[in-house]
């Protein structure tokens, strides 16, 4: 009897997932109920398989495949590959292939696939976001059940994409924001997760900011409906599927705030946007401009921009023109942490000298113009090399 079940759990794992790195060990706890009255009938109670499938769904899942911002390679056994993340500020998830591994595709491309006729909307202007919804199994429609479709360690349930957001320092970008089931080693670790993708990487601190906030907003509301769900099914019980069935209703939801959001920013055009301006908190920015040290200045080399920090982790962000883009306060650790990747780079006294004077003055109303914060910039550090004095 045991090897006739030993046969039986191999084949039902060999059906479900990897053969070549089984676990070290699996244990299986199993309930029988006996029936003396009956001839001493026994039977599983519930069934073999309803008790011994979440068991090897739990040993399966023995590695924590759940990390922000990335995808889990099953290939790899890993989201730290090079293909976990997407490679392009407008690439969206476009579902694993066959062995596991996560693949991408431009948000253009993704709406042609579909058959969406929305896309000449991506060449209007002013940009309007739109969003498409996709459920897991789609997502999975290639995968191999020995490369990862049926576990539960990075369980792709729905999923939203979106874009492109046009950013007013840097290139149109998407985003992919999943509702995951990761199992996890911890057993106080939440099962439900959200993951927000996106291969722009000034999209943080665009998140953070005032323009980036509707989104934020539209983000944190899924987190939390997605966070109320996952206590529900921590409590366990026989009806996970009909709570999960809640999830793609989650993703239009998000998809609709998405867009909605979307329009309303577009409508802030002319008037509109320049009242929005003339409130932002600009006096604090300028004023820890003026009495910043020399090392408080940074040129952000990927999005074309200055990045001022100020006292109390205020972090001002400015366009090549001088225009505040920005502001957001920031820890040490996360400044320290962009400076470390050679995302935020020190630049040298005579270009602090030209980028001071050029946001005071455009404060003052005295900008002199517009100017790409590529050309402001460079215009800024040649000033720096004809007086032959040396760079940060």
């Given at each position: 009897?045991?090897d006739?079940?030993?046969?039986?759990?191999?084949?039902t794992?060999?059906?479900r997932?990897?053969?070549d790195?089984?676990p070290?060990?699996i244990e299986i706890?199993?309930?029988?109920?006996?029936?003396?009255?009956?001839?001493?009938?026994?039977?599983?109670?519930?069934?073999?398989?309803?008790?011994?499938?979440?068991?090897?769904?739990?040993?399966e899942?023995?590695v924590?495949?759940?990390l922000?911002?990335?995808v889990?390679?099953f290939?790899?056994?890993?989201?730290?590959?090079?293909?976990?993340?997407?490679?392009?500020?407008d690439?969206?998830?476009?579902?694993f292939?066959?062995?596991g591994?996560p693949t991408w595709?431009?948000f253009?491309?993704?709406?042609?696939?579909?058959g969406?006729d929305r896309?000449d909307?991506?060449y209007?202007?002013?940009l309007?976001?739109?969003?498409r919804?996709r459920l897991?199994k789609?997502?999975?429609?290639d995968?191999?059940?020995?490369?990862?479709?049926?576990?539960?360690?990075?369980?792709?349930?729905g999923q939203?994409?979106?874009?492109?957001?046009?950013?007013?320092?840097g290139p149109?970008?998407?985003?992919?924001?999943?509702?995951?089931?990761a199992?996890s080693?911890?057993?106080?670790a939440?099962r439900?997760?959200?993951?927000l993708?996106?291969?722009?990487?000034?999209?943080p601190?665009?998140?953070?900011g005032?323009?980036?906030a509707?989104?934020?907003?539209?983000?944190?509301g899924l987190e939390?409906r997605?966070?109320a769900l996952?206590r529900?099914?921590r409590e366990?019980g026989?009806?996970?599927?009909?709570?999960?069935r809640?999830v793609?209703g989650l993703?239009r939801?998000?998809a609709q705030s998405?867009e909605r959001?979307g329009r309303?920013?577009?409508?802030?055009?002319g008037h509109a946007?320049?009242r929005?301006?003339?409130?932002r908190?600009?006096?604090q920015a300028?004023?820890?401009v003026?009495g910043?040290p020399d090392?408080a200045f940074?040129?952000?080399?990927?999005?074309?921009?200055?990045v001022?920090?100020?006292?109390?982790?205020?972090?001002?962000?400015?366009s090549?023109?001088?225009?505040l883009?920005t502001?957001?306060r920031?820890t040490?650790?996360?400044?320290?942490?962009r400076?470390?990747?050679d995302?935020?780079v020190?630049i040298?006294?005579a270009?602090?000298a030209?980028a001071?004077?050029?946001?005071?003055?455009?404060?003052a109303?005295?900008?002199?113009?517009p100017a790409?914060?590529?050309?402001?910039i460079?215009?800024?550090?040649s000033t720096?090399?004809r007086?032959?004095?040396?760079e940060?």
């Amino acid at each position: 009897m045991l090897d006739a079940f030993r046969v039986w759990v191999r084949e039902t794992w060999a059906s479900r997932y990897r053969q070549d790195r089984p676990p070290e060990d699996i244990e299986i706890g199993l309930r029988i109920r006996l029936r003396p009255r009956d001839g001493w009938a026994a039977g599983f109670e519930p069934g073999l398989e309803t008790q011994v499938v979440p068991q090897l769904e739990q040993a399966e899942a023995t590695v924590a495949a759940f990390l922000p911002g990335a995808v889990f390679s099953f290939r790899d056994d890993s989201a730290q590959a090079p293909e976990c993340r997407p490679a392009r500020p407008d690439h969206v998830f476009a579902g694993f292939d066959s062995v596991g591994r996560p693949t991408w595709t431009s948000f253009a491309q993704a709406l042609m696939d579909a058959g969406d006729d929305r896309i000449d909307r991506l060449y209007a202007r002013p940009l309007v976001p739109l969003a498409r919804v996709r459920l897991g199994k789609e997502l999975k429609a290639d995968q191999l059940a020995s490369f990862g479709r049926s576990s539960r360690a990075y369980n792709v349930l729905g999923q939203v994409a979106a874009g492109l957001f046009q950013p007013r320092a840097g290139p149109p970008f998407a985003i992919t924001v999943q509702v995951v089931e990761a199992w996890s080693p911890r057993p106080d670790a939440p099962r439900l997760r959200v993951n927000l993708l996106c291969g722009w990487e000034g999209f943080p601190e665009w998140r953070a900011g005032e323009d980036g906030a509707w989104v934020a907003r539209a983000v944190r509301g899924l987190e939390s409906r997605v966070e109320a769900l996952d206590r529900t099914l921590r409590e366990g019980g026989p009806d996970r599927w009909d709570r999960l069935r809640k999830v793609p209703g989650l993703m239009r939801d998000l998809a609709q705030s998405l867009e909605r959001g979307g329009r309303q920013v577009s409508r802030r055009t002319g008037h509109a946007r320049r009242r929005r301006d003339a409130g932002r908190p600009v006096a604090q920015a300028l004023a820890d401009v003026r009495g910043a040290p020399d090392d408080a200045f940074h040129e952000d080399r990927k999005a074309g921009t200055w990045v001022v920090t100020g006292p109390a982790g205020r972090t001002h962000v400015f366009s090549g023109e001088g225009r505040l883009v920005t502001s957001l306060r920031l820890t040490p650790a996360a400044t320290e942490a962009r400076r470390r990747r050679d995302r935020w780079v020190r630049i040298g006294p005579a270009e602090v000298a030209g980028a001071r004077d050029r946001i005071l003055a455009y404060g003052a109303g005295d900008g002199g113009g517009p100017a790409s914060a590529n050309t402001a910039i460079s215009s800024s550090r040649s000033t720096s090399v004809r007086k032959g004095k040396p760079e940060a």
